[in-house]
């Protein structure tokens, strides 16, 4: 014996009424039932949709982990991203649903490549990118192989440009966007025995000016964060750098990643083209500015002597 709702069409051709009770209950039901699940589906994505989407990189450790961990306890749907994913995961686990990891060698084109479609197609465009990812060495550029200036250049500027040039466009069409370029005092104040690695911050630091220029009136701006010295992993993954900052740094208070994250946010809420923290480093830059002579005397007088 074949039922009756087999013929129940939704255009409602079939009368209902011929339908046996327990039937109509059951379609009842399910029609409920399906109306608030996609009606709390919408909720939900709505509620998500009004956090700002934040792109993080570096964000397994240091200044990026601390940002990610950080802004994703406000009103921000942040995507974290870096090279290990066992770390990422951990951080995601430690701070919930609110965010994301997409892992990614930030040093391979194809990779970022990838990684700005998969975030384009499958969550949006983001309100916010943060670049924390960086590498390098510091050596004498005797020292200093190609393959080793390839990588230092990689990362954070090549990576930097690469993740800029795919989603600038999409903030142009928006009339939004933020860029947040965090960087070294060596883009203003180098010191011997770190050629490459100031050549790639200086890099960065020039993306950074020139795009303040391309995208002047278009609702898309670029930061840059200069922090001095930072606790985290870096000294301790190159061991032999630490002893080439000038001594004149002793003047300049180390800073933790948790108190750098603060400063980020502070940038968000309200963005400057350029934030120098500890405040000691803007007075520096000033006399810089001022008297250059000055301060690169201090520097020469200070560093390490081969």
């Known amino acids: 014996m074949t039922s009756r709702c087999h013929n129940y069409t939704l255009n409602g051709t079939f009368p209902i009424r011929q339908l046996a009770l327990p039937n109509v209950i059951i379609l009842l039901l399910l029609g409920y039932c399906e109306y608030h699940v996609k009606v709390d589906d919408m909720m939900t994505f709505r509620q998500h949709s009004r956090k700002e989407i934040v792109l993080v990189t570096g964000a397994s450790s240091g200044i990026g982990r601390a940002a990610a961990v950080l802004l994703s306890e406000g009103d921000y749907q942040v995507i974290l991203v870096a090279r290990r994913s066992d770390k990422l995961n951990k951080i995601i686990n430690e701070i919930g649903e609110s965010s994301i990891s997409i892992p990614c060698d930030c040093s391979k084109p194809q990779e970022i490549k990838t990684l700005c479609q998969t975030i384009l197609e499958d969550i949006g465009v983001p309100d916010i990118i943060i670049h924390c990812a960086g590498a390098g060495i510091w050596r004498e550029i005797e020292e200093t192989s190609p393959e080793q200036l390839k990588s230092m250049m990689a990362v954070p500027f090549e990576s930097a440009f690469n993740i800029n040039a795919f989603f600038i466009p999409e903030m142009i069409k928006k009339k939004s966007g933020l860029l947040i370029h965090i960087n070294s005092p060596v883009c203003y104040f180098p010191w011997a025995g770190a050629t490459g690695y100031a050549s790639a911050r200086w890099a960065l630091r020039g993306m950074h000016e020139a795009l303040n220029q391309d995208l002047e009136k278009l609702g ?49 809420k309200k963005p400057r083209q350029n934030t120098f923290h500890p405040l000691i480093l803007r007075v520096f830059l000033i006399a810089h500015q001022f008297l250059p002579i000055f301060t690169e005397m201090l520097i020469r007088l200070t560093q390490r002597k081969r």
């Open 220 to 268: 898309v701006r670029s930061c840059q964060i200069i922090f001095g010295e930072v606790t985290s992993e870096y000294f301790k993954s190159n061991p032999n750098s630490h002893h080439k900052i000038p001594k004149i740094s002793a003047f300049i208070p180390i800073q933790t990643p948790e108190k750098c994250a603060k400063v980020i946010k502070k940038v968000i």
